[in-house]
């Protein structure tokens, strides 16, 4: 079992930055791929970013790609999301996801895949 809790969402403006992290727990940190997804109201919950355990290798959406960033740091058991250059699209509810304990992620972008999720936190971004 892995415990995600994430942290760091609120309100921003067009154009801020903004970071949330994800404080994973329960289970080897370095055995689970990690991912963002978010979920507007009224919409289906949709990839973000990703990265594997091994070699840390990004998948981002083309809408975030060059604005997101995600890493991660196994020492800390945490994954973060930097969010630059925030448009009113990336307002939504942030989750954090981890894969099967030591067995990758293939189609990362399928909410389906991932087997761990956090509760959740809101960002908001005003135009």
């Known amino acids: 079992q892995v415990q995600l809790v994430e942290s760091g969402g609120g309100l921003a403006q067009f154009g801020d930055s903004m970071s949330l992290s994800c404080a994973a727990s329960?289970?080897?940190?370095?055995?689970?791929?990690m991912g963002w997804f978010r979920q507007a109201p009224g919409k289906e919950r949709e990839f973000v970013a990703a990265?594997?355990?091994?070699?840390?290798?990004?998948y981002y959406r083309d809408s975030v790609k060059g604005r997101f960033t995600i890493s991660r740091d196994n020492a800390k058991n945490t994954v973060d999301l930097q969010m630059n250059s925030l448009k009113p699209e990336d307002t939504a509810v942030y989750y954090c996801?981890?894969?099967?304990?030591?067995?990758?992620?293939?189609?990362?972008?399928?909410?389906?895949?991932?087997?761990?999720w956090g509760q959740g936190t809101q960002v908001t971004v005003s135009s």
């Open positions: 329960g289970s080897t940190f370095i055995s689970h791929d």
């Open positions: 996801a981890a894969g099967p304990y030591s067995r990758a992620v293939i189609k990362y972008d399928k909410a389906s895949q991932w087997e761990y």
């Open positions: 990265i594997t355990n091994i070699g840390g290798v990004t």
